[in-house]
Each structure stands twice: as C-alpha cells, then as structure tokens.
C-alpha cells in the first residue's frame, strides 16, 4: 500500500496549506469568542495550542497520504484543524466554521452525527477514538475475511492521538487484543508534543512507548529532528548540538520553545558554547534562525513527514512517535498553560499580518498565500483523499423474519431463549444468519452463545484446527478457527467489548458492508465500559448487547456481580432501546424487533403510534436472566407483538373498580404473578402490567407530552392508552430486580400513588427465594406494599415479613 512520494513543487503547496490550516483553526476559535456574539459570556474554549501542534502532520496526511477509504480519528482537540482541512477541501461551509462550537455549527470535537463534514470516527473521550481504529480494521478484515466488499480497496484505519491521551488504560487494552487478532492495516500517529492538560509529560516516556509497541509486533517510526536540524547536525558542531537535545528535560525545552530565539542562544551559549564548532554553529544564525532551528521538530516538517508516510509499503501496524510543539507557530507555543488559552485580541492581530491576512478576509480560502489561487485549486482538486463523492457509504438492509423459530420448554430462563433462538438462526442457510457477528469478553459459553458458536465457528484470518477435536477429546464444543467464522472471541475486557461493536456496528457505514453484531456480557460490567457503549451510540455504531446474568436473580453467581443500575442506564442512554422480557416469546419478538431497528436510519420522523423515534433505530440492550421461569402457552398474536415492542401489556387486565396494579418487569414476573393470585380474594379488579420495556415505555410517555405541548393534543402514549380506564384511586406497586426508580415514574403518567420495589443495596448471596425476600420484591413484600398503598380489608394471604 505505497503512496507515491511527494513531487518536489508539491511542497511549497503544501507548506500553504499547512499555514492555511494553521490559520484557519486559531481563527476559528478566536471568532467564536471575540467576533461572534456569545451572549452566554462564557469563554468558547478552542484549543488553539493544541490543534496547532497537529496542522503540520494533518497537512502531510490529508493534502498527501490519504486515500478515500482510508479512516481517521483526529484528536478532540485538533478538531479546528480537521474543519479547517474540510473547508479547504470543499466539504465544510464556511457557516459552520463561524458558528464553530455553537449552536448547530462545527463540533468542537469531530462527531459522526453532528457535523456534516466527513467525520469518520467521532472523538472526545480521549482514548476511544484511537482504539476505535484497531477495532475498524479488525472489523475490515471481518468482512473481506467473509468475502463482502473486496471490490473496494483495502484502507488504513489511522488514528491521531495526544500523547497524554496514552495514559488512557482502554488502549492497552486494545493493543493486546490487536495483536492476539493479528491487527494490520492500522497506524498510531502520536502528537508528541510533551504536553497534556495541566502539565509537561514525564521524560523518556517516547522509550517506554517504542518498546511497548514494538513488543506487540508494530513497527515503531520516531520522528524527532526536522530536515534543518538534521543540517545543522552534519555541521562541525552539529553532533553536540544534537546530544543537548536529546538531553535537554521536557519542561525545558518547552520553556524555552515559548521564551524564543534570544533565549534559546543564551541557553545553548551557556551549556555548551565553550565547545568551538558548536558555538560558531549557534553564532552564525540570528535569533529567528536559531528559533526556527530549534522549533523544527519532525513532526513540523512536511518533507520528513511526507517521506516517513510513504515509507510504509506493508500493512504492519504501525506507531509514529512525532516531536512537535504545542501551539506551533503560535505566540505562546511551548508554555505550559497553553492547553485552553487563547490569543489575545493583540496577539491575533500580530498573527494575521504575519500570516498576510488583509482584515475582513479572514475567511478567504485563498488569502494571504502566495501561489495562484489556479495553481492551489489545480493541486486541491486532485488531492487523492478527495477523490470520492462520498467516503459514507451505505448498505441494504437485511430481511429479518417476523417470527424467530424457538422451541419454548414449559421451564425456561430467557437467556436460555436467547441460546436457543440463536442456535435456531444458526441452522438456516440465511442472509440473517450469514451476517450475524458475535463478540464476548471471554463469557461466550456462560452467556449461552456456545450453540451458535458450534455451528458458526470462532473468526480468525488464519484456521487453526480445535486441538481436543483433533486429538479426540470428546467436549460439548466444537471450536475451531477460519476465516469464515462468526463468533470474535475477546479477552477480559469489556471495553473492548464495546468498541468492537462501535467498530463492528459502524461496518455499513465505512465498509458499505451490513453486519448485525451482537455482544454478549455479564450484566454488572455493562458499568466497566460504560464510557466507550456511551461512545459506540454517540456516533451511532449499531448493536444488540445481551446481559446475563443480571440482577440479584444471579444469586448463584454471588453478591459481587449483582447489577442494580443497568436498566436506568438502559433508559438514560440515548441511542439504546433496553428490554427486559421476562418470558421466552417475548423474548423472540424483541429479538426479531432489534435485529430490523439496528438496521434503521430513517430521519428521525416520530411515530404517532408509539411517540418513539422508531424510523431512526438505534441500538438495543437486552437485560436477560438465567432463572427458569414458567413460560406460558399462549398464540403470540399481532396486537401482543405490537404492545411488546412499544412497552408493556396487561398480563391480567384490570377491572373496571380495580385497587391495585402490580406492574413488573423481568426475571420477577413468577413473584408478582403470585402475588396477583394471591391477593384477588381481597383486592377489587387487580391489574397485572407486563413491562417488557420501561425504557420505551417512559420515552414514549416523555414525547407525548411534548407532542401535545406543542399542540398535538391528541397525542396519547402507550402507557397512556393502557392507563386511560385506571381509576383514579387506584395503587400501583411496580416490581423489578433493580433499582425501583426504574418503574416508579409509572405513578406519574396519571397521578396514581405507586410503591416502586426493588433492590438499592446488594453484596448478599443465597437463593433467588432468600434474595428476593431479604430485598423486599418477592411475593410477599408485592402484597405488603399493596396493602399499604390500597387500603382495605388485610389481604389474608399477607404473611410476617
Ligand atoms: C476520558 C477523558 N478524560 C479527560 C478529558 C479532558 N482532556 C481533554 S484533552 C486532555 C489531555 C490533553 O493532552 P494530550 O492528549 O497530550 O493532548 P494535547 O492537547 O497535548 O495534544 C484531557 C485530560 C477527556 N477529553 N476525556
Ligand atoms: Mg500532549
């Protein structure tokens, strides 16, 4: 995959451009804060420094090394530069680079969703970007491994990372797993500009990050000294010179970036000017000289860069390591506060005429340089990089049949359900079937995926054979490796987890390619990589995540792993539809439900039905549980289809006079079927609410209202609907193995009192009988609580807490 070296007259083009670029980010950020009116009074943070050091690598790659299908994650902080490239390049409107970090304008960090200029992979938590493009090139292989989209050529998934952002424990993560999964195709460009936030980086760190990557099989290319330094080196002198740099501390060198020329020349004079050629080599530059000398790090000079780039001619992983400086070109390059400073009105002025800006051209993508606006046209219209219409692809949806095949037994646990429909799917000879992925942190058989993965086999680009199999061992699994396998066996790491499916979930989108990835993990650590699930939906990856076990129902399990929060994460997560069936044919029609809604993108268009944005899609969570339940026979007809997907069913409809509503959700539904059954004789009308969804359910009764507040008065939602004949006096108590903030809105949605049961403390172990009762949601805690929130005659069935 060589790109063609730079021709000569390339250069002083793109030394314009990266001047440009430079120029536009800084001026970016200064108009959002002194031109444009930010009523607000708060300052727009920008990040001039930080985009600076970046402008000259992203020169080098945007203007030069880029081809279409090759994919970046750019830095939070360099996103100046990135709109700055886009506009330069005719796909960013100068409106939303005035608007920049404002409303509806270009995104402080790059977002796939929000900004409108070709952002590959969204950014902004520092870390999740870089992973990302490890996962997208796994994701590549995935699919060309399974013969789809080999018509395209192969891209580079490149990542742009602060050095800071190394710290971040879900990149090394990433690395081993990458190199377990033999990860090419992929390059780390390292901003190595010795800064982070509050501070100027430990010494030698650049050492121990060579010797990391190269143990995990990248190569490693430093980029230290500009092609000026590596003159002045060949000078007499010069090797001593180089020695000081290589000596010289961070905070140092750093001080004295921002201090300039004058105090670059005592520095040096002082250290090692007794040494005769060196000093005649300080000696015979001026300050500026001496200053640019010093400034010319590698990963400021677009030639070494450019040659560095064009070297690779494999598909090894590689880490660039570049020297850079932090605010380059800028008046407070190198000082240690830079990170969110910004240059003054003064300092910009200053800036502008060196940069030969005439005022109220600001703007001009062509001002102030010194080719032909002809020439750099000519050069920008035939940047490769460009030479796609669109680098966002797309791809047809897959059929998914109404009615998923399972056998339901009279017993069954819905994560049993899961296993069971999946291994059904796994039969057929079907495009559904040929394009589901599976991924696990090495919980693959413990959450029931081992009959799919007997079928499907465990993905690997090269086959390697089940050694127990070969050798004869008999075993209930069947695992081998190849190619055409569809299960992604991963290591202990649900981070990694998660941004294999924002990988996996994004392939239609950046390899024109369907999969339908689907992650399974234990419940509790949804919490261990909750930052990068928030990432995976906040640039609309698309996926199905099951959770087994969950709740205190894994009692077996012990007190360790049980989960109380997840489904009020389920609910607060925007882009993640989350369900929790309690019986098995539910569990088919969700699951029927989310393999089409992961597939969706329409615009957004609420659906009157439901009030939920159902044309949109997003992905979906499945909160399931390994407690055999009794499953009831029943015809699943279309109108329980339809109120499965939208929420919620009365299980026991509720009587014209009715007292008390038991709404539950999940592995409890035995407790409060019991509960109702108990309580009949004593209670009027009793009212049993299935909730298969209190996080559609809520979203729905959230868009209702304001539908109507906009003036849709006949908005009804459909909990609304299955509320309307309550009476009003009437007590709800809701039930769910989790936290009972989960179902306690209920009582809101027509000003009903409700008692919300649930779990706020867990650790204990023992059997489910003993949990639910030593937390409070078992059957007789359902009718203690109805007693107290509908009084009447004592509900003889009530036993001693
Ligand atoms: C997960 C996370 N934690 C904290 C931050 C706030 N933050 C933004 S950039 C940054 C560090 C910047 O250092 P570096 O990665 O070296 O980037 P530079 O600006 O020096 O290029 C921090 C802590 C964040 N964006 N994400
Ligand atoms: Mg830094």
């Known amino acids: 995959m060589n790109t063609p070296s730079s021709s000569p007259h390339e250069l002083p083009i793109l030394t314009a451009l990266e001047r440009k670029t430079l120029w536009l980010a800084s001026w970016m950020i200064h108009h959002a804060n002194h031109v444009r009116e930010n009523s607000d009074g708060v300052k727009v943070g920008g990040h001039q420094a930080s985009s600076a050091s970046l402008a000259t690598i ?37 409106e939303k680079l005035e608007r920049f970090r404002g409303y509806k304008g270009a995104q402080s960090y790059p977002s796939r969703t929000k900004d409108t200029d070709d952002v590959d992979f969204s950014t902004g938590s520092v870390g999740l970007g870089v992973a990302q493009t490890l996962f997208s090139s796994l994701a590549q292989d995935y699919v060309r491994a399974h013969g789809w989209g080999l018509e395209r050529p192969e891209g580079r998934m490149i990542a742009l990372l602060g050095d800071a952002e190394l710290d971040e424990g879900n990149i090394f993560e990433a690395i081993l797993e990458g190199w377990k999964q033999g990860l090419r195709n992929c390059w780390w460009i390292v901003d ?19 010797n990391l ?20 080196f060949a000078e007499p ?4 010179l180089r020695q000081w740099i290589d000596n010289c501390p961070n905070q140092l060198y750093s001080a004295l970036v921002f201090q300039g020329g004058a105090a670059w020349r005592k520095r040096l004079l002082d250290e090692i000017g007794d040494q005769g050629a060196v000093t005649r080599l300080i000696e015979s530059r001026s300050d500026d000289e001496l200053a ?40 407070f390059a190198g000082h240690k506060d830079n990170h969110a400073g910004l240059m003054t009105p003064a300092q910009m002025e200053s800036f502008r005429q060196a940069m030969n800006i005439r005022p109220g051209h600001e703007w001009d993508r062509f001002e102030g340089l010194r080719q032909s606006e002809t020439d750099i046209q000519g050069f920008l219209d035939r940047v490769p990089f460009a030479q796609a219409d669109s680098r966002n692809l797309a791809a047809a949806r897959i059929e998914i049949p109404e009615d998923l095949a399972v056998t339901i037994q009279p ?114 650590f949804i919490a261990r990589g909750l930052d990068a699930l928030n990432y995976a939906c906040y640039q609309d990856a698309r996926f199905i995540l099951v959770a087994t076990p969950s709740g205190i129902t894994l009692s077996p399990e012990g007190g360790a792993h049980q989960s109380i929060a997840e489904p009020l994460i389920g609910m607060a997560q925007d882009g993640l539809a989350a369900f929790e069936p309690a019986f098995v044919d539910e569990l088919a029609v969700i699951l029927a439900f989310a393999l089409d809604y992961i597939q969706r993108s329409g615009d957004g268009e609420i659906s009157e039905r439901n009030w939920l944005r159902d044309e949109t899609g997003g992905s979906v969570y499945l909160r399931l549980s390994t407690r055999p339940v009794e499953q009831i026979a029943r015809e699943m007809t279309p109108a329980l289809r339809q109120a499965i997907v939208d929420g919620a069913y009365w299980l026991r409809e509720p009587g014209p006079n009715c007292q008390v509503v038991v709404a539950y959700s999940g592995a409890v539904a035995p407790e409060a079927i019991q509960a109702v059954g108990l309580m009949a004789e004593d209670r009027r009308d009793v009212g049993l609410l299935a909730v298969a969804s209190a996080d559609r359910l809520n979203a729905g009764w959230t868009a209702a209202w304001r539908a109507r507040e906009r003036g849709l008065v006949h908005a009804r939602s459909h909990i609304e609907r299955l509320f309307a004949g309550l009476p009003r006096h009437c007590g709800i108590v809701s039930v769910v193995d989790a936290h009972p903030a989960t179902l306690g809105w209920l009582g809101a949605v027509n000003g009903h009192r409700v008692r919300p049961l649930g779990v706020e403390h867990f650790g204990q172990t023992g059997s489910i009988a003993e949990l639910y009762r030593h937390y409070g949601i078992d059957a007789n805690a359902i009718i203690a609580a109805a007693q107290a929130i509908a009084p009447g005659r004592p509900i003889r069935y009530l036993g001693a807490a």
């Not at 590698?298 to 598909?315: C, V």
């Not at 296993?419 to 039969?427: H, K, V």
């Open 58 to 94: 992203m020169t080098a790659l945007y203007f030069h090394t880029l081809r279409p299908a090759d994919r970046v994650a750019v830095k939070p902080h360099a996103g100046p530069n990135f709109h700055a490239i886009q506009y330069l390049l005719g796909r960013q409107t100068r």
């Open 192 to 210: 190595y500009n010795r800064q982070s936030l509050d501070a100027v980086v430990r010494e030698g760190l650049w050492q121990r990050y060579e």
């Open 213 to 232: 990557f190269r143990n995990f099989g990248w190569d490693v290319v430093v980029l230290k000294y500009g092609a000026l330094q590596q003159a002045a």
């Open 237 to 240: 002198g010069g090797e001593v």
């Open 292 to 331: 640019r000398l010093m400034n010319n790090l590698g990963g400021h000079d677009l030639a070494a860069i450019i040659a560095a780039f064009d070297a690779i001619d494999h598909d090894r992983p590689v880490c660039f390591i570049a020297y850079t400086i932090k605010g380059y070109g800028l008046p």
């Open 411 to 524: 017993e069954m646990a819905t994560q049993q359900g899961f296993g069971a429909l999946l291994n059904e799917i796994a039969r057929e000879k079907t495009p559904l079937a040929a394009r589901i992925v599976t991924a696990s942190p090495d919980v693959t058989v413990s959450t029931n995926l081992g009959p799919w993965v007997n079928r499907r086999g465990l993905f690997a680009r090269e086959a390697l054979a089940d050694t127990f199999k070969s050798e004869r061992i008999p075993s209930t699994f069947n695992w081998e490796f190849s190619p055409k396998g569809q299960h992604i066996e991963l290591g202990i790491a649900e981070m990694n987890l998660f941004i294999a499916l924002s990988a996996l979930g994004l392939s239609h989108a950046i390899n024109g390619e369907r999969l339908l990835p689907i992650g399974t993990l234990y419940d509790p």
